[in-house]
């Protein structure tokens, strides 16, 4: 009955279209791993730490929307994804958990690795279930159509994490080889399987696709805001898909508002559309364009805005109309000054309002933005002229050189902050990063599993991917670079290395100097070379821009993984920041003393 029930799930996963399965080994969870090691149509990996499979899976899920499925056994195997859990549900990311458990009849009697698993990760899984152990007395059609429920609950809007606590008796290892046994209520089921044809087997119970709309009267109130405005901005968020990404392109076209792209939106280093304000952030630092102060309406499409500046701005100026439109029912709304929210499927909705808004005409005052956007982009690219790698130059650097095939995926604290403000795409038309898919950690902002999370990313898009992480969050996720060796598609990881905390530098906390560095710099006094060498990996330790090219360049033409460390210094990188500061605050580059 184990290796009956095993096979029916991994089984009904497949025909669901959720095929790849991330096993950490125990001895609980043998049933289903002899399940998938079987399945001939299951892509499966083996992660042997927790943490790190579960990031995996987020990064996998940011790059395709659909869930991966962790697999691990009994005890406090399954605690440890609990990070990425909350990660995940923070974010509406789909994510599916088959954690093995004991028997309930060993529950609180102290039998070993048992714990209570029912519930564990309270109220962030969008649905849990606890699947009794096999058993002829229930009938196997029941775990057909509890997968096919978990794969709904995951994947459709606004979807999310699901855990099925799986419980399984001895003996869990098959007795022999006889093949599995369909039950005769399944035949029907059982002969519908894969063929290699064209059409793959359908799932038992088949759940129709979702799609949230708005109704006609929402939007018709919204195409009256937007025709009679007459200073507009496009926010745009984080976006999930290219099919997003160019819906919302679309729909700026038709706006000629300006349009303010955080970096997870994807088009925020794009070249090709003349409304987009690639230095909005830096702009509103010193309020510098009085006119943003009378704004009629803001239309924010997408979530999780990077910029503190952006946020400070909306509140200190706040726009007669505000309106966000996501595609799920969460507030996002930290200022509460949001007056009018919709939930509807991003794309469908911009599609609608394409078909029925008139095309705007582009106003004096957005060309100024763009005109003024521009003028500081180049003075931010003179000042940061120079040999020596500065935070910022890196992450400009790499916005320039990475190919636009390939997955960009960004540690949190100051790399996707300097990324934000400071990146770059490619002038050449036909070079440009067309929508460079960017993935983050954003859910909850932390800083652990930034590698693992590169690998399932890169994994998710089918393509090689490069990591910009700090220091701190690569000795968090050291065990990741394992997963590395054997990924799927190569990871190139960028370890901004200043010895320490470097964004509490920032912080007023920094001022005082006695306890400072010991309880909030953290200087550790590490490299990454040796870890290289022990999970054999490429390493590349540049000293300048122009090595940090050549190594970059060395790793992509390599196409394997590889880790480039660049050391740079929290305190000189605070000075460069504070100079920056000044500098987009006066827009005059010469004014300013560039870094040695």
Known sequence: MNQLWGYLIVEELVRNGVNYLIISPGSRSTPLTVAVAQSQQANKIICLDERAAAFHAIGYARATGNPAVLICTSGTAAANYFPAVIEAAMDNLPLIILSSDRPPELRHTGANQTINQVNLYGDYPVWQFDLPCP??????????????????????????????????????????????????????????????????????????????????????????????????????????????????????????????????????????????????????????????EQLDTIVQIGTRIVSPQLLKWIEKYPPTNYIAITDNPERYDPNHLVSARIESDIAYLC???????????????????????????????????????????????????????????????????????????????????ENLRIGANRGTSGIEGAIASATGFAVGLQAPATAIVGDLSSLYDLNSFALLQHNLQPVIVIIINNDGGGIFSFLPIAKSTQIFDTYFGT????????????????????????????????????????????????AKNLSLHQDLVQLCSMGDSQTIQQPH
Not at 527 to 541: I, N
């Open 351 to 433: 599609d609608r309002l394409i078909q029925q808004l008139p095309q705007l005409p582009t106003s004096d005052w957005v060309q100024q933005l763009r005109t003024d956007s521009d003028k500081l982009g180049l003075a931010i690219t003179n000042f940061l002229k120079t040999p020596q790698l500065t935070e910022p130059l890196i992450a400009r650097t790499i916005s320039e050189l990475i190919p636009r095939q390939h997955g960009l995926w960004v540690g949190n604290s100051m790399p996707i902050r300097d990324l934000d403000m400071y990146g770059v795409g490619k002038i050449d038309q036909e070079n440009h990063p």
């Open 135 to 292: 058993t002829a007395e229930i009938s196997p059609n029941m775990v057909l159509t509890t997968i096919d429920l978990a794969v709904s609950r995951s994947r459709q809007a606004p979807g999310g994490v699901v855990h099925l606590n799986c419980m399984f008796r001895e003996p869990l290892a098959p007795l022999d080889d006889t093949p599995v046994e369909i039950p005769m209520s399944l035949v029907k089921w059982s002969e519908n399987r894969f063929s290699g044809g064209e059409a793959p087997p359908t799932p038992y119970t088949r759940y129709a696709d979702k799609l949230t709309i708005s109704t006609t009267a929402e939007i018709e109130t919204l195409i009256d805001t937007i025709v009679s405005t007459t200073k507009g901005i496009l926010v745009v968020g984080k976006l999930k898909s290219t099919v997003e990404m160019n819906a919302v392109i679309q729909l700026a076209a038709r706006l000629n508002w300006a349009v303010f792209a955080d970096v997870q939106s994807g088009l925020r280093l794009r070249q090709d559309f003349p409304n987009l304000i690639h230095y909005f952030d830096r702009l509103l630092l010193a309020d510098r364009s009085v006119e943003l």
């Open 523 to 570: 200087p550790h006094g590490l490299d990454f070379a040796h870890a290289a060498v022990m999970f054999k990996l490429d390493y590349y330790h540049p000293q300048d821009r122009d090595e940090l090219i050549r190594d970059y360049n060395r790793s992509l033409t390599n196409n394997r993984s590889a880790i480039i460390e660049v050391t740079t210094d929290r």
